[in-house]
């Protein structure tokens, strides 16, 4: 089992930036992977930024050069620095953990944290 908490969110005007936190606990070592999704009102959630425990890292085509996700080890925390930001990233943010245990994957949610970006 994997814990996940997120924290960071807030109002920030457009064109401001946020950093988004998200902390893990328990089963740390079977986490494959760790991604940032976001979900906007009356959307789907929608996946945003991806690292993998090589470090490898990827990126939305919407948030591409804008958009950093890292990670503390030491901390087992995740991060999402969001620059540049504009109304449309509106939404509420989730962390999210791959783990990989006997083969098989689990997926491990946060609770979310509301990004609001005023025009």
């Known amino acids: 089992q994997v814990q996940l908490v997120e924290s960071g969110g807030g109002l920030v005007q457009a064109g401001g930036s946020l950093r988004l936190s998200c902390a893990a606990s328990?089963?740390?070592?079977?986490?494959?992977?760790m991604n940032w999704y976001r979900q906007a009102p009356g959307k789907q959630r929608e996946w945003v930024a991806q690292i993998t425990s090589g470090g490898s890292t990827n990126y939305a085509d919407s948030v591409k050069g804008r958009f950093t996700i890292s990670r503390d080890n030491a901390k087992n925390t995740m991060y999402l620095q969001m620059n540049s930001l504009k109304p449309e990233d509106t939404a509420v943010y989730y962390c999210d953990a791959v783990s990989l245990v006997g083969g098989s994957y689990s997926h491990y949610w946060g609770q979310g944290t509301q990004v609001t970006v005023s025009s």
């Open positions: 328990g089963s740390i070592s079977s986490i494959n992977a």
